[in-house]
C-alpha cells in the first residue's frame, strides 16, 4: 500500500518537551498546518484526536450552552443545528447521532446509570478503536486502559461505586470491578501498573498528574521509535503538543482546582476531564 511521507514538514517541526516554558505557536495554528500539509486520507486520523473537543461541543450544544466555545474541534454548533434537523447532511461520526438519539429518548435513556459524558466518551473510544491505524489503535486502547485504571484507583480511594465511571467494557474494567488486589491483577497485561502504583501513592496532585503525562509521552515515543517521516510521527508529535501546551498553562492554583473538580465530578456522576481538555485553553 502507498505510504506517504512527509519529510519537509516533519524536518521543519520544531521540537517539543513535556517541559516547555514556551510554543512559539498554537495549537489552532499547528491544526491547520496539518490540514494544509497532509492528504485528506491522512488528515482524517488526525480528526480522530480532536474528537474529544468536538464532544465537548456536542455537549454544550445540547444544553444550549453556548458561551464556551473552543476552535479545536472540527464541527461547529452551527454543524449540530443541521445534523439534528431534517437537513441533515451526515457529516458527524456515525456515535454523535447514536448518542443524541439516546439522549432525545426519554424511554430510553430513563434507565440509564451514567452520565452523559461517560456515556459519549465510550461510544467515543468504541469509535475510534475501528481505525485501520495501527499507532492509533495502539493508542486509544492504552489511553482508554489508562483512564479506567486511574478511575478504579481512585473509586476505591473515596470508596466510591467504579461500575457507572468506568469507559467502556474489556478485560481491564472486569479487573477493577472483581479484584481487591492492588494492581487490580494487572500487572501482566499491564506493564505500567507499578509506575502508576507508585504515582497513586504520591501525595502531590501535580506531580502524579505530571507522571501519568509522562506515561503517556513514552508511550507515543515507544508506539513510534521505528518510523520516520510517516503519518504516525505526526500524529505522535501532535498528541505530545497538546501535552506540552497543557502544562505550559496549568499553574499551581489552577492544578488544585482542576483536581478538586475531578473528585467533585466523580461523586456527582460526572467523567473525569478528556485527555485533551485539562483547561481547554490550547487554542
Known amino acids: 500500500m502507498?505510504?506517504?511521507?512527509y519529510h519537509y514538514f516533519i524536518a521543519g517541526l520544531p521540537d517539543v518537551f513535556l517541559d516547555?516554558?514556551?510554543?512559539?505557536?498554537?495549537?489552532?495554528?499547528?491544526?491547520?498546518?496539518?490540514?494544509?500539509?497532509?492528504?485528506?486520507?491522512?488528515?482524517?486520523?488526525?480528526?480522530?484526536?480532536?474528537?474529544?473537543?468536538?464532544?465537548?461541543e456536542l455537549?454544550?450544544?445540547?444544553?444550549?450552552?453556548?458561551?464556551?466555545?473552543?476552535?479545536?474541534?472540527?464541527f461547529t454548533s452551527q454543524d449540530f443545528e443541521v445534523e439534528?434537523?431534517?437537513?441533515?447532511?451526515?457529516?458527524?461520526?456515525?456515535?454523535?447521532?447514536?448518542?443524541?438519539?439516546?439522549?432525545?429518548?426519554?424511554?430510553?435513556?430513563?434507565?440509564?446509570?451514567?452520565?452523559?459524558?461517560?456515556?459519549?466518551?465510550?461510544?467515543?473510544?468504541?469509535?475510534?478503536?475501528?481505525?485501520?491505524n495501527d499507532f492509533l489503535q495502539n493508542w486509544f486502547e492504552f489511553n482508554q486502559?489508562?483512564?479506567n485504571v486511574i478511575i478504579g484507583q481512585n473509586c476505591r480511594k473515596y470508596n466510591l461505586e467504579a461500575e457507572n465511571q468506568l469507559i467502556g467494557d474489556n478485560f481491564v474494567t472486569k479487573a477493577i470491578l472483581n479484584s481487591s488486589a492492588k494492581d487490580f491483577g494487572l500487572e501482566v497485561e499491564l506493564p505500567y501498573m507499578t509506575e502508576i502504583n507508585l504515582l497513586a501513592d504520591n501525595e502531590n496532585l501535580l506531580a502524579r498528574e505530571k507522571g501519568l503525562d509522562q506515561l503517556k509521552w513514552d508511550k507515543v515515543e515507544e508506539i513510534t521509535l521505528f518510523d520516520y517521516f510517516t503519518i504516525e510521527v505526526v500524529l505522535a508529535y501532535t498528541i505530545k503538543l497538546d501535552i506540552?501546551?497543557?502544562?505550559?498553562?496549568?499553574?499551581?492554583e489552577t492544578g488544585r482546582q482542576m483536581f478538586k473538580q475531578i473528585?467533585?465530578?466523580?461523586?456527582?456522576?460526572?467523567?473525569?476531564?478528556k485527555e485533551f481538555a485539562i483547561n481547554g485553553k490550547n487554542n
Open 84 to 132: 439534528f434537523s431534517d437537513e441533515k447532511q451526515g457529516i458527524l461520526p456515525s456515535y454523535m447521532y447514536k448518542f443524541v438519539e439516546l439522549y432525545k429518548d426519554e424511554e430510553l435513556s430513563k434507565n440509564i446509570n451514567k452520565s452523559w459524558e461517560n456515556i459519549l466518551t465510550e461510544m467515543y473510544f468504541e469509535y475510534v478503536l475501528q481505525t485501520k
Open 20 to 56: 516547555d516554558t514556551e510554543i512559539q505557536f498554537s495549537m489552532v495554528d499547528f491544526k491547520q498546518e496539518l490540514k494544509d500539509h497532509l492528504t485528506p486520507k491522512d488528515y482524517k486520523l488526525v480528526e480522530l484526536l480532536f474528537l474529544p473537543y468536538d464532544n465537548a
Open 263 to 273: 473528585i467533585n465530578d466523580l461523586k456527582s456522576g460526572f467523567e473525569f476531564p
Open 59 to 74: 455537549l454544550r450544544f445540547l444544553d444550549e450552552d453556548y458561551e464556551n466555545l473552543n476552535d479545536l474541534g472540527t
Open 145 to 147: 486502559n489508562l483512564t
Open 244 to 252: 506540552a501546551y497543557r502544562w505550559l498553562e496549568l499553574d499551581e
Open 2 to 5: 502507498f505510504r506517504k511521507y
